[in-house]
Each structure stands twice: as structure tokens, then as C-alpha cells.
Antibody
Framework: QVQLVESGGGVVQSGGSLTLSCAASGFRFSDYGMHWVRQVSGKGLEWLAFIRYDGRFQHYPESADGRFTISRDNSKNKVYLQMSSLRPEDTALYYC??????????????WGQGTLVTVSS | QSALTQPPSASGSPGQSLTISCTGSNTDIGEYDFVSWYQQFPGRAPKLLIYEVTKRPSGVPDRFSGSKSGNTASLTVSGLQAEDEAHYYCGSYGGTKNLILFGGGTKLTVL
């Protein structure tokens, strides 16, 4: 069965950096694009980044300020989110999610359980 | 502020039908048939309920249905059950500038 397991979250000081990992299993990882989404406690979902199945295309929201970078290693079945210059407002639960079909990037059929990032001031 | 607008709350009695709206613009919902809906229980990850406006993944009850008119998408829950009490989020393709847009979420309460 499909499993996505995030790791790498924790407490970091404002201005610090963190790299999140998402380990995938149960499907042909190299065939599917992957996303990162975050959720502030009690709030809604915020899309952060997408990476194509082969890692050669990444996309971020127009409002992104370049502090987050998505990457993947298909040999390890992992996707990563590098975060730098972290701010208290980045405190959230970070999810990785798999797209449902190889040709449609908008439907997330599997999500991990999330990894919590807390940025202290 | 979320790019897509949902009512913050909705409620209905068991057995009733209820519709949650998701309003975007003519550059996202109005232009593309890539609207999805997610159900989220407290402490759990979101679950895909509807994709490409009207399609249901296998295992999702047919009580859940999706539709779209102009810039507004809708999720209808028929025959409300207590177990439907959750948060519901819409998502849409936003074009090449913002690939994915989400709504702010709607908390569904079954009275």
C-alpha cells in the first residue's frame, strides 16, 4: 500500500534552516510528481511546492520568496524540502503528497501524516 | 487570505443534503476543470474526496458529489451522517503562476 512518511521537523530558531524528507513506498515513485503542503494549526492548507516525476521541473507559488527548495532522489524514493531563513510564521505541520495521475498535477491522492516545524523567536 | 473562498462553516441534520461552495475566478475554477475536494478530520491528513470537479476516487461514498458553475465549484453531501463532521477544503489548478490554490476550508457540523 502507498505510504508517505515525513521526517526532519523540529524546533529551530528564527533565521535557521531545516530540510524535511518524505520517504515514499508502495508505488513507482519515479513515475509521479510530488507536492509539499503546510498547515498552520487550526488553519487551512497552503501549497508550497511541486516537483515533476523526473525532478527536472519545480514549481512554487507566485508569492514564494525563494526560501524553500524542493528536490527529489528517485534512487532513494524520497522528496525533500529545504527551508532557510525560517520565521515564526513558518511554524506549521508540513505534508508531502503524491499526485493521483501522472498527467494531472492537481489531485493529491495520498498524503503523509506530516512533520511539525516550530520556529522560535 | 486564501485564493479560493469557502464559507467557514456549514451545518445540517442527519439525512439532509448540504452543499459547500468554493469561489474562485475566471483564471482558475472558471477556466479549468481541475477542482478537487478534501476531507480532513482533526489530527489527520486530508483525504481526497472529489477530483476533476465531479470524479470520486474508489472507496468514496456516492453521497459525495461535485459540480461547477462558472467560477464556483460545489461539494454536495447527500444523506448527511454524523461521521461526515469534518473540515472540507477545495483545491484548484491556478494556471502557470500558481499551480495549486486552496480554499480556506469549511467546518461541517452535523446537528
Amino acid at each position: 500500500q502507498v505510504q508517505l512518511v515525513e521526517s526532519g521537523g523540529g524546533v529551530v530558531q528564527s533565521g535557521g534552516s531545516l530540510t524535511l524528507s518524505c520517504a515514499a513506498s508502495g508505488f513507482r515513485f519515479s513515475d509521479y510528481g510530488m507536492h509539499w503542503v503546510r498547515q498552520v494549526s487550526g488553519k487551512g492548507l497552503e501549497w508550497l511546492a511541486f516537483i515533476r516525476y523526473d525532478g527536472r521541473f519545480q514549481h512554487y507559488p507566485e508569492s514564494a520568496d525563494g526560501r524553500f527548495t524542493i528536490s527529489r532522489d528517485n534512487s532513494k524514493n524520497k522528496v525533500y524540502l529545504q527551508m532557510s531563513s525560517l520565521r515564526p510564521e513558518d511554524t506549521a505541520l508540513y505534508y508531502c503528497a503524491k499526485i493521483m495521475a501522472t498527467t494531472v498535477v492537481t489531485d493529491f491522492d495520498y498524503w503523509g501524516q506530516g512533520t511539525l516545524v516550530t520556529v522560535s523567536s | 487570505q486564501s485564493a479560493l473562498t469557502q464559507p467557514p462553516s456549514a451545518s445540517g441534520s442527519p439525512g439532509q443534503s448540504l452543499t459547500i461552495s468554493c469561489t474562485g475566478s475566471n483564471t482558475d475554477i472558471g477556466e479549468y476543470d481541475f477542482v478537487s475536494w478534501y476531507q480532513q478530520f482533526p489530527g489527520r491528513a486530508p483525504k481526497l474526496l472529489i477530483y476533476e470537479v465531479t470524479k470520486r476516487p474508489s472507496g468514496v461514498p456516492d453521497r459525495f458529489s461535485g459540480s461547477k458553475s462558472g467560477n464556483t465549484a460545489s461539494l454536495t453531501v447527500s444523506g448527511l451522517q454524523a461521521e461526515d463532521e469534518a473540515h472540507y477544503y477545495c483545491g484548484s489548478y491556478g494556471g502557470t503562476k500558481n499551480l495549486i490554490l486552496f480554499g480556506g476550508g469549511t467546518k461541517l457540523t452535523v446537528l
